[in-house]
């Protein structure tokens, strides 16, 4: 019997499976690097879609954060590797999400 190739489950911060590293500037203006996985971008955004069709794009992405928006900007990436079934299918959706989520007192923990 042959056998397939088995694919081995990666996920965000995975360095040993991955093929690009993100920069972002922390709170503290240091670069940080998550390790990531191109397939898993360009699956989900036009952005790094657009990114990695160019042939120089290299495999390291700078990006440019702010400080108060670098946990946003995390928490973007983490949301990228959900399960298909968990993932916000627009931006839309994820707007109402949060409208709901602030009609039910969810601001803060």
Same mark, same amino acid.
């Given at each position: 019997?042959?056998?397939?190739?088995?694919?081995?489950?990666?996920?965000?911060?995975?360095?040993?499976?991955?093929?690009?590293?993100?920069?972002?500037?922390?709170?503290?203006?240091? +670069?940080?690097?998550?390790?990531?996985? &191109?397939?898993?971008?360009?699956?989900?955004?036009?952005?790094?879609?657009?990114? =990695? %069709? /160019?042939?120089?794009?290299?495999?390291?992405?700078?990006?440019?954060?702010?400080?108060?928006?670098?946990?946003?900007?995390?928490?973007?990436?983490?949301?990228?590797?959900? +399960?298909?079934?968990?993932?916000?299918? &627009?931006?839309?959706?994820?707007?109402?999400?949060?409208?709901?989520?602030?009609? =039910? %007192? /969810?601001?803060?923990?």
């Amino acid at each position: 019997m042959d056998k397939i190739g088995i694919v081995k489950p990666c996920g965000f911060g995975d360095e040993s499976t991955s093929d690009v590293v993100l920069c972002l500037r922390n709170c503290e203006g240091r +670069p940080e690097f998550f390790y990531s996985h &191109s397939f898993a971008l360009v699956s989900k955004s036009k952005f790094f879609a657009d990114w =990695f %069709s /160019c042939p120089d794009f290299g495999k390291c992405v700078k990006i440019h954060c702010t400080e108060l928006n670098y946990d946003h900007h995390v928490n973007f990436l983490r949301l990228l590797y959900l +399960p298909l079934d968990l993932q916000l299918d &627009s931006v839309k959706s994820a707007i109402g999400i949060l409208k709901v989520s602030v009609a =039910f %007192s /969810c601001q803060e923990r």
